[in-house]
């Protein structure tokens, strides 16, 4: 096949693929938590099995059935109705189960100590943190202030990160010339990376002034931070798999490898969007 026709056949898969995902992602949040609930925790149960492979790979060890265990303690942690009743002032349950989380691994390591037991809880933290972590702040961000403004903010990463993915890869394709991070992610370059901040820009403009919520100075500021947020989880994820000798996470979905390949600019880019309502609510 000429390399003209697999490059149109890569962008549409990889389009389609990204169309489907969008879609199914806005259902499941427009449905509310009980829906993201199952969702998110299947997603994390993906993710960490990816996670898990990568790792077998290169001879290295987690505890798997805590990381299961405590992943979805993690998420059912961050529920709405939790928010309610905080452990105290200004905790949450989710800082509790990680904590009993880290002294899990620790008593465990000390009752039956592997071969590399330090190694071994470092990894398996690194997971906890990266995956259900991460994927908690999905809940909270749909429920940030309410149930209803909330499915608005979150509509916010989901479109930039889409319009940036998007933009991305045609002003890559086109006028890609110079490294973005030669030495994690070849690939990316800083032509790409400006074309992408433009275009996620273009959609949070045009939605948060049709929505009424954001000054287009609020709407550059916060395009700036979520472009950030999604370059970095990019990245992150290709340092990741390059440190542990991996081209892809898993093949589950065309075009994008497995669900920590598609997810993780919206990992770092919901967060982002959490915090970034947050402090903007605490400096009005």
Known sequence: MPCGEAAVETLSTRVLTSVIGFLIVSALVWIGWWAM?????????????????????????????SLGVFGTALIVASLPMFSEYAPWPGGSWREVVLTIAVGTLLVLEVIRPGERPLERVVYSLFG?????????????????????????????????TF????????????????????EVSPGKTVEGAIGGLAFGFVVVLVVSQLAGIWTPLQAFLYSVLVASASQLGDLSESLIKRALRT??????????????DRLDSLMFAVPATY???NISAFTN
């Open 37 to 65: 609930l199952p969702a998110l925790i299947a997603v994390s149960f993906f993710g960490l099995s990816e996670y898990f492979r990568m790792l077998d790979r290169n001879d290295l060890d987690v505890r798997r059935l």
């Open 128 to 160: 906890l943190l990266y995956i259900p972590w991460l994927l908690g702040y999905f809940m909270l961000l749909r429920y940030s202030p309410d149930g209803q403004q909330g499915l608005l903010y979150f509509a916010l990463p989901l479109l930039a």
């Open 163 to 182: 319009a940036a993915d998007i933009g991305g890869f045609f002003a890559g394709h086109f006028f890609g010339r110079r490294k973005l991070a030669p």
């Open 247 to 260: 081209k892809d996470s898993g093949n589950s979905l065309p075009g994008h490898g497995g669900f920590l």
């Open 275 to 277: 915090f970034f309502l």
